[in-house]
């Protein structure tokens, strides 16, 4: 009976045991929240990493691009600055090849630098190079060509090719040295000389006249 009796005091009442119940929800809770809470910020975290990672990995991509057309760019346009420097000989080759040979023997040597000369431009073709060889009579083109000077020519029409210095050449698609030429420009307008008035030197005679008399 004691034993029984015992038993029964450490039960908790009902109360309690409601108590406690609803003391475990809110424990239960409160961890569930946390939970909750870390969860969300793992995913937070998540997308904000797979943002960065999209970002960087677009940004390796326009950088490996850019490497690629700028080493592209290198190679196809790596002769430039040579050409440049190769410009006035090939200026002296054509204005030397352009003019007749006095003699026979002045002939068989040019004959001899036509050769090379023709080479030397085929080697360059081969490299991309293009020669931009206007012609007298053409229209004048600003992309392509430089006017050095003009002169008045009223046979053709204005901005007309009238004389070629120097070829033009470009490299590819980018111009290294446009065509040196003179082109034709409109005749000033001549200016009409103006008479002077007959009036007054007949009324300058006449005081003349009567000053004499007087």
Not at 135 to 164: C, H, R, W
Not at 188 to 208: G, H, I, L, Q, Y
């Amino acid at each position: 009976m004691e034993e029984e009796r015992r038993i029964e005091e450490e039960q908790p009442a009902p109360e309690e045991e409601e108590e406690d119940a609803k003391k475990g929800k809110k424990v239960k809770y409160k961890e569930y929240a946390k939970v909750v809470e870390q969860l969300e910020k793992a995913k937070a975290d998540s997308e904000h990493w797979k943002n960065e990672y999209y970002k960087a990995y677009a940004d390796m991509q326009n950088l490996r691009r850019a490497l690629e057309e700028e080493s592209r760019s290198a190679i196809r346009y790596r002769a430039e600055g040579f050409l440049s420097g190769l410009l006035p000989s090939l200026d002296a080759f054509h204005m030397a090849l352009e003019n007749p040979a006095p003699t026979k023997e002045a002939q068989a040597y040019q004959i001899g630098f036509t050769y090379i000369y023709n080479q030397i431009v085929n080697a360059l073709v081969d490299e991309g190079l293009k020669e931009i060889t206007p012609k007298v009579g053409e229209a004048y083109d600003l992309k392509f060509m430089q006017a050095v000077d003009a002169v008045e020519d009223e046979s053709v029409a204005p901005n007309t090719i009238t004389k070629v210095y120097a070829k033009g050449y470009q490299l590819h698609d980018r111009l290294i040295r446009p065509a040196m030429v003179q082109v034709s420009k409109k005749p000033a307008p001549v200016e009409e000389k103006k008479e002077e008035p007959v009036e007054e030197e007949t009324n300058s005679n006449e005081e003349s006249t009567i000053s004499n008399q007087a």
